[in-house]
């Protein structure tokens, strides 16, 4: 056998254990297990499972392994111990959740972006101050959400949406709160925990902060993106260029 046709066998027989392992995972599929997931799933992990009660499912990193069969398991059988259920579902409807999940995990996989990667680095690193909120790998802020994969978790359009409508669709655990407090402070920041007693934020200048209840005025929390919108900031070509150098972070793998 030739080489070219050996990686071609391998290729067919690699695509036919997959199928083989998800058996529901047509375009269709999909579009259900997507609605599904919005009646037994979202009040856990957001309705496009970004997160909540439950953990973050777009990353594409699963505690208990990302394979459409362990997906499935982890679905049809729940964490014992843990707040994640069983689902109450039949065994086709577990598949098409799974193929969902699947599908949130790696929303930017199959795109190609137009601009140029490595000068939209240079917009990250010089023009855009990004690295003020975000990190990549070890380096940067950590008031924005972390960007090392976020080429494999988010599709183009969403990343284009970021950059001039930062408001649009921002993950819960990224909400911005608003803290007044008795003796006059105002901070505004992102809230990192909470119970009965106190809360903590971290404030806009990346910093922790903790506050005892009793010492509060009023928590708002319904506040804007703390994302700047960089829609006037940046040109065209810009924010095209830098939407490619974030398609282009794909994590360690
Ligand atoms: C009552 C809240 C709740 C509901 C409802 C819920 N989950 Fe979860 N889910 C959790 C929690 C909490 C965890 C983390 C458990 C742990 O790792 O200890 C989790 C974990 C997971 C994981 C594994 C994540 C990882 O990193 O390994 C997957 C996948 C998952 N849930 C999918 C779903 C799907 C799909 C549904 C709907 C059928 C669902 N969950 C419904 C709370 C929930
Ligand atoms: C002042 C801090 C700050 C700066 C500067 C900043 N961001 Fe953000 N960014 C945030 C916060 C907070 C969020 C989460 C809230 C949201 O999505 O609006 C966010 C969200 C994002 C998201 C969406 C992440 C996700 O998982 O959904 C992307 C992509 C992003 N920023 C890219 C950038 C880029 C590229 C730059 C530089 C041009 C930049 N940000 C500059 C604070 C910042």
Redesign the pocket.
């Known amino acids: 056998m030739t080489r070219i046709a050996r990686k071609t066998v391998g290729v067919l027989v690699f695509a036919v254990a997959a199928c083989a392992q998800n058996p529901l995972s047509t375009p269709q599929d999909v579009e259900v297990g997507r609605r599904l997931?919005q009646t037994?799933?979202s009040?856990?992990?957001g309705s496009s499972g970004e997160g909540g009660?439950?953990?973050d499912?777009t990353t594409g990193?699963?505690?208990?392994g990302g394979s459409p069969e362990q997906?499935y398991r982890?679905?049809r059988y729940g964490?014992p111990g843990?707040?994640?259920?069983a689902?109450r579902a039949s065994d086709d409807d577990v598949w098409r959740?799974a193929a969902f999940?699947g599908k949130i995990g790696s929303a930017g996989l199959d795109e190609k972006a137009r601009g140029d990667a490595s000068a939209g680095k240079v917009v990250y690193e010089t023009k855009g101050k990004c690295a003020v909120c975000h990190s990549i790998g070890k380096d940067g802020g950590t008031l924005g959400p972390e960007l090392t994969d976020i080429g494999r978790r988010r599709g183009i359009g969403y990343l284009e949406e970021s950059l001039v409508k930062p408001e649009a669709d921002v993950p819960v655990n990224s909400r911005a709160i608003r803290v007044a407090t008795r003796s006059g402070q105002t901070i505004v920041g992102i809230r990192l925990n909470e119970d009965d007693l106190s809360i903590q934020v971290r404030d806009t200048n990346d910093s922790l902060r903790s506050f005892l209840k009793a010492n509060i005025k009023e928590i708002r929390r319904d506040q804007p993106s703390l994302m700047p919108a960089y829609g006037s900031v940046l040109s065209g070509k810009e924010l095209a260029d830098l939407v490619a150098y974030l398609s282009s972070l794909r994590g360690v793998q």
């Open positions: 997931f037994h799933c009040y856990c992990h009660r439950g953990p499912l990193q699963y505690r208990l997906l982890t679905i964490i843990s707040e994640m259920p689902v959740m999940v």
